[in-house]
Nanobody, 125 residues
Framework: QVHLVESGGGLVQAGGSLRLSCAASGRTFSYYAMGWFRQAPGKEREFVAAISWRGGVTVYADSVKGRFTISRDNAKNTVYLQMNSLKPEDTAVYYC??????????????????WGQGTLVTVSS
């Protein structure tokens, strides 16, 4: 079983940057597509970004394209989300997810295999 632990959240001013990390432990991490989702107060969880297990394919929500970058280091069992030009509307709890299905299915798949506990990102105006 793979366990996911997010870190890197915090308080940042609008226009600033943060890098989130998701460390996986347990069984092999390499064959899982990885994704980031977020949930703002009073809203449903939404897809942010995903990356294929080899790292060759990435998918982004329109709201973060050009500002966020997802990457992974399979040797370190870690996936990252670099967030630049942050906006107050990016405020949310960010969750890491893993699934052995196709990465292009992650945005619509609400039955992903693994989820982390989440890390809070707060962007002040």
């Amino acid at each position: 079983q793979v366990h996911l632990v997010e870190s890197g959240g915090g308080l940042v001013q609008a226009g600033g940057s943060l890098r989130l990390s998701c460390a996986a432990s347990g069984r092999t991490f390499s064959y899982y597509a990885m994704g980031w989702f977020r949930q703002a107060p009073g809203k449903e969880r939404e897809f942010v970004a995903a990356i294929s297990w080899r790292g060759g394919v990435t998918v982004y929500a329109d709201s973060v394209k050009g500002r966020f970058t997802i990457s992974r280091d399979n040797a370190k069992n870690t996936v990252y989300l670099q967030m630049n030009s942050l906006k107050p509307e990016d405020t949310a709890v960010y969750y890491c997810a893993a699934d052995r299905g196709p990465v292009v299915d992650m945005p619509r798949n609400r039955n992903l295999e693994l989820w982390g506990q989440g890390t809070l990102v707060t962007v002040s105006s």
